[in-house]
């Protein structure tokens, strides 16, 4: 099988809850999302997409996407979609870095190989366990009564393991973190995800105060030595996530004793071939992992639910479902959440048909 074309799809994908904020006042109203399709000589077409979590969050950025597989789209012209291991080669010999802008090519290579073969890509990647795993809600940053309150309302809908958007003012987030606790059950999981917001002193404050709760701190510096400083004296369990964007820092992680969890995110290590390389070691190290994306509508959503439900559930902290975070649709078959959980797709391939009508004209075809 040959790739005889790439077409790009620009999507806005506006939020349900209006916007969405983290540290640093960093936020966003709108998600710039990107859709590949990549076409076939066999009349396959297989489909990815990649949402960067605005241009502020890891270093990627919407049209960043785009120009990068315009950059690279022609060297896969005539190779062979269904071999994912010599295409993830070539793409790295053709574009060094910037793997989320392989991300989506893999994700529709991954679709394309699942379609022709006839299996759900969960399948292909190792097989689904059980019926369905559990998913975690992203809590955006808010006053700690409005947190609380959001978190309650999540727990309603049957969500158990809440990320509290923290990395502002510390003592306002030692209040966030208390208060968040403070509504759940014990069973219930609860991240204080600072996503390198604080300095090392305030982190340190934070990780001092809360010490009697049942609550996980994730990355709450910047740099991993920060990280790992912060880590060394809380004996909170801890989650590594902005640093952690490939093999190597994970390993040296391991090595350090640097976290329990780790957060795997398809764009962020580039794509499902390199995601899978990674969950398949976490399995072997021990380490539980939360895997999802930085953002996405309902293929990167169909695309987190191949991995998550092919991992073995005692090492799968959490997952998660944009495509119920956003207000548009951008594909049929995408996985739904039921009761703060979901199951990936049993149909061949992604499951994913887009809705061309929302996709509307693509922004780039190479052929
Ligand atoms: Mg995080």
Redesign the pocket.
Known sequence: MKITGIQVYQIDLPLHEGSYQWSGGKSVQVFDSTVVAVETDAGITGHGEVCPLGPFYLPAYAQGVRAGIGELGPHLLGEDPTRLGPLNWLMDRALQGHPYVKSGLDMACWDVLGQASGQPVCELLGGRFGDDFGLYRAISQEAPEAMAERIAGYRAEGYRRF?LKVGGDPAEDIERIRQARSVLEPSDKLVA?A?TGWTQHEAARVVRAVRDLDVYI??PCRTYEECLAIRRRTDLPF?L??CIDSLRPLLRGHADGAMDVV?LKISKLGGLTKLKQARDLCVDLGIAMTIEDSWGGDIVTAAIAALAHGTPPELLFSSTDFNSYVTTSIAEGAPQRANGRLSSSTVPGLGVVPRMEVLGEPVLVIR
């Open positions: 990320q995800d996503n994730e990355q989650v996530d902005e957060n």
